[in-house]
């Protein structure tokens, strides 16, 4: 079974700490996503990656960066977090862009 | 972009129907997905349709129209354990991947 993995299910992290998630899949696929799901505002694309040190931005990246030095791993920052940063943090990963996404479990995100 | 418009709820009976309409306005395409996600958890894949038509899987089954911008998953037989959100996503070539806000289906006795 494709396992994609997040470090943390739950996190709380002070208004402007730098906050790193991290999220690792063991099945050699290309392509990386992080989102942010918020009540009545589904599954929004923050960052997607589509091979190691490409990245590109998704529909709200302001207030984010990512980084992919290797395949397995890709890395959303919160460089100053903020309160409207508190969301549920989802990482997925396709084999390829014809492919389904498989989902880590998410973090659950408390900026206080 | 994208724009993908979905119900925001649904209830439905158990043993019963229940249809989930989808539609899109995208500036490219490249295949349509309906995952489920149950309360705390991670969306699970269910189908993909990039070719206009229905494809059917067990109870679940998924029906495309490009020309009309319109999917549906349908859901048959319902059963209590169905209750969860449903979310369609399309995907914008070559890679994004972007999601509705998802229809949360509750299935009552």
């Known amino acids: 079974d494709v396992k994609v993995t997040q470090s943390s299910r739950y996190l709380v992290k002070r208004t402007g700490e730098k906050v790193f998630l991290e999220c690792v899949q063991d099945m050699d696929h290309e392509n990386m996503f992080w989102y942010r799901q918020d009540p009545g505002l589904g599954l929004r694309l923050i960052y997607f990656?589509?091979?190691?040190?490409?990245?590109e931005k998704g529909d709200i990246p302001e207030g984010y960066s990512v980084s992919r030095e290797k395949k397995e791993r890709f890395s959303l920052i919160l460089e100053s977090a903020s309160t409207n940063q508190t969301s549920m943090y989802l990482c997925a990963s396709t084999i390829s862009r014809e492919t389904e996404a498989f989902f880590g479990q998410g973090t659950r995100l408390t900026v206080v | 972009g994208q724009n993908i418009d979905q119900p925001t709820e649904m209830t439905a009976t158990e043993g019963a129907i229940v249809q989930i309409n989808c539609t899109y306005q995208?500036?490219?395409?490249?295949?349509l997905f309906w995952y489920q996600q149950h309360a705390g958890e991670a969306p699970t894949f269910l189908s993909y349709n990039v070719l206009d038509g229905l494809e059917e899987k067990g109870r679940f089954s998924s029906f495309l129209s490009r020309s009309k911008g319109y999917s549906y998953l349908l859901l048959k037989e319902l059963q209590m354990k169905d209750s969860a959100s449903y979310l369609c996503a399309v995907r914008d070539p070559p890679y994004k991947l972007s999601f509705g806000a998802g229809t949360t289906v509750t299935v009552r006795a």
């Open positions: 995208t500036s490219g395409f490249n295949g």
């Open positions: 990656s589509y091979d190691v040190k490409m990245k």
